[in-house]
Every structure is written in structure tokens, then in C-alpha cells.
């Protein structure tokens, strides 16, 4: 079974620019979760899809982050505009249903100058 | 407000030894807990999960306990071997949300 996709891996961007993640979950996940994990510590819930409707983004800075999940799939992670703060690893995870276990994708390591 | 704690010290421990680490947490009634294993630029991997009505689980060389009382996790590997050696997260959850520690690395050496 392929696990969860994720791309790029690594980004480097200046700050104020943009900059969006993709994330293809493993077939069949109705959910679906982006976290972000700066530098020594967990990862932070930002937003949680259940098919393609959401079910939490209470953690996601809504002002500069926006993600969608078309068509109960594939799924991006945008920025706009960035800052220093944003460096981070963001994760994608997927799961059957919203209470299983979680699959996490490799990450997208964003570093923001 | 929620707090999850675990190991602030990395954890070196010799190859064969058994590596225990601790995941403390306060304001917090969560029905399940899991640890998962983070290697260095990869994704967090699921391990073990235990219950609120659970007291301990295991498998193969892993070892989950979970006291409510005491709100903490010991998750404990027996017969360690330098693969072992990793990031290790523990993550709370009392409904969809998971929750995540800060992680305590383990280095084994041979």
C-alpha cells in the first residue's frame, strides 16, 4: 500500500513571498490532517479535513494559511505571506476514519529567510 | 491550559539495556494515548495505542503503561538495539484531536 505523498520536500523561500504544500493521502482515507512541527518540538494540529469538508482548523493563523482538500483527496497547504515564524516541517497525515490511527507523509521542510 | 510533558534529557542508553521514558500531562482527561517513533526527516510512525481503561500493553519489545491517576504514560523498550535509536512522541487524544509532546530522543549505542 503507498503511504501518504507529500511535495516538495524542502522549500526555501524569502519572507512575504507565498508558498503551497501537496499532500496526497493514502487511497481511501476519509481524513485527512496538516500539522505543523517546528524545531524541537510536537507537531501542532493546523486544520483536519473528513472527506472534504473540515472539521477543525481552530489552530490554523487564518490571515496567512489557507488549505482546501478537492474533491475528498488531494489536499494543499498554502501560505501567503510568509514569515521567520513559519520555518517549520509540515506534516501530512491521513487516517480511515477520524478517531483511527494517523499515516504521516515525509514532510515539507519550509525554511523562510 | 493543556500541558503535555515528556523527557526533557535525551536518553543515551547502552545496546541491550532497557530505555523508559515518561509522558506527564495535566488539565487534560484523554480517552486513549499513543506513542509513535519520529526518525530524523521523516513523519512520525505509529507504535502503541492504550486506552483510559487500559493498564498496560505490549508489543514485541514495547511496553506501554498508562496510570489516569498519576496522568502519565511509561513507554518502556526492552532488549534495546542501536535501531531503536529515534525520536519517541507521545500523542493524547479524548476525541478526533491529537495532541503531541515534545518527544524524547533515545540513542543506543552498541
Known amino acids: 500500500e503507498a503511504g501518504v505523498a507529500q511535495s516538495p520536500r524542502y522549500k526555501i523561500i524569502e519572507k512575504r513571498q507565498s508558498v503551497a504544500f501537496w499532500c496526497n493521502p493514502i487511497?481511501?482515507?476519509?481524513?485527512l490532517y496538516w500539522y505543523q512541527q517546528i524545531l524541537g518540538q510536537g507537531p501542532k494540529l493546523l486544520i483536519q479535513?473528513?472527506?472534504?469538508?473540515?472539521?477543525?482548523d481552530s489552530q490554523l493563523p487564518k490571515d496567512r494559511f489557507s488549505a482546501e482538500r478537492l474533491k475528498g483527496v488531494d489536499s494543499t497547504l498554502k501560505i501567503q505571506p510568509a514569515k521567520l515564524e513559519d520555518s517549520a516541517v509540515y506534516l501530512c497525515?491521513?487516517?480511515?476514519?477520524?478517531?483511527?490511527?494517523?499515516?504521516f507523509g515525509p514532510g515539507t521542510r519550509l525554511t523562510v529567510l | 491550559s493543556q500541558k503535555i510533558e515528556q523527557n526533557s534529557e535525551a536518553l543515551n542508553i547502552q545496546e541491550g539495556k532497557t530505555a523508559t521514558l515518561t509522558c506527564n500531562y495535566t488539565?487534560?482527561?484523554?480517552?486513549?494515548l499513543q506513542w509513535y517513533r519520529q526518525d530524523p526527516g521523516r513523519g512520525p510512525v505509529f507504535l502503541l495505542l492504550?486506552?483510559?481503561?487500559?493498564k498496560e500493553k505490549r508489543k514485541e519489545r514495547l511496553k506501554v503503561t498508562f496510570d489516569t491517576t498519576l496522568k502519565q504514560s511509561l513507554f518502556h523498550i526492552t532488549a534495546s538495539q542501536p535501531a531503536d535509536s529515534a525520536t519517541y512522541l507521545c500523542?493524547?487524544?479524548?476525541?478526533?484531536?491529537?495532541?503531541f509532546g515534545a518527544g524524547t530522543t533515545v540513542t543506543v549505542r552498541a
Open positions: 500523542a493524547l487524544s479524548n476525541d478526533y484531536k491529537l495532541s
Open positions: 487511497s481511501g482515507h476519509a481524513t
Open positions: 497525515a491521513s487516517s480511515p476514519g477520524a478517531t483511527d490511527t494517523q499515516y
Open positions: 479535513f473528513q472527506n472534504n469538508g473540515v472539521v477543525d
Open positions: 492504550i486506552r483510559e481503561n487500559e
Open positions: 488539565n487534560y482527561s484523554p480517552a486513549y
